[in-house]
């Protein structure tokens, strides 16, 4: 059974700093590009980073671009979002989410979400 | 970045209804769309793919339709848990883009 857990939200001031982690399993997660999608409180679906399953190819949105680093750890089963200068338009439920194929665009698994809530 | 537009943006229905929710990308994306469904505090699920290709575990009276510019999700028949919230999402260009959604309630 495919699992994402996603972890490392709270609450942060602007201009602050979080690591978000998401531990995958049931699935050969080096296969597989990985990606975070998030949703700010009453509104819809953002993507924000794809990682490919080597590591070496990432994409961001231009709203995170020099802000979020995405990264993975193939030999822990984890990605990882480092999420850096906080503003408040950064507050949401982020999600880890797979593709259906190692690379076709569509995320067929998510985690629960981890909400990150940026405030003074 | 390719903008999808959903329509409309809450649709009044009664189970056993059949129902029809639109998507329009700024430019042609083929058949590179997506929809999801999502229920309150629940992450997204996806339905379809590739425009008209079925989910796995997805059941026969969602079927998706269109290419190029005009999508389509149609509901045969409308069962009590479809009332949700639906997103369309394309993979044609990078940024991947979502639409804002469309609400679908129960009349």
């Known amino acids: 059974e495919v699992k994402l857990l996603e972890s490392g939200g709270g609450s942060v001031q602007p201009g602050g700093s979080l690591r978000l982690s998401c531990a995958a399993s049931?699935?050969?997660?080096?296969?597989?590009?990985v990606n975070w999608v998030r949703q700010a409180p009453g509104k819809g679906l953002e993507w924000v980073s794809t990682i490919s399953g080597s590591g070496r190819d990432t994409h961001y949105a231009d709203s995170v671009k020099g802000r979020f680093t995405i990264s993975r750890d193939n030999s822990k089963n984890t990605l990882y979002l480092q999420m850096n200068s906080l503003r408040a338009e950064d507050t949401a439920v982020y999600y880890c989410a797979k593709f259906t194929g190692s690379n076709s665009g569509w995320f067929d698994y998510w985690g629960q979400g981890t909400l990150v809530t940026v405030s003074s | 970045e390719i903008v999808l537009t959903q329509s409309p943006a809450t649709l009044s229905l009664s189970p056993g209804e059949r129902a029809t929710l639109s998507c329009r990308a700024s430019?042609?994306?083929?058949?590179?769309l997506a929809w999801y469904q999502q229920k309150p505090g629940q992450a997204p699920r996806l339905l379809i793919y590739?425009?008209?290709n079925r989910a796995t575990g997805i059941p026969a009276r969602f079927s998706g339709s269109g290419s190029g510019t005009d999508f389509t999700l149609t509901f045969s028949s409308l069962e009590p848990e479809d009332f949700a919230v639906y997103y369309c999402q394309q993979r044609s260009n990078w940024p991947f883009t979502f639409g804002q959604g469309t609400r679908l309630e129960i009349k």
């Open positions: 430019q042609s994306i083929s058949i590179y």
């Open positions: 049931g699935f050969t997660f080096t296969n597989y590009a």
């Open positions: 590739d425009a008209s």
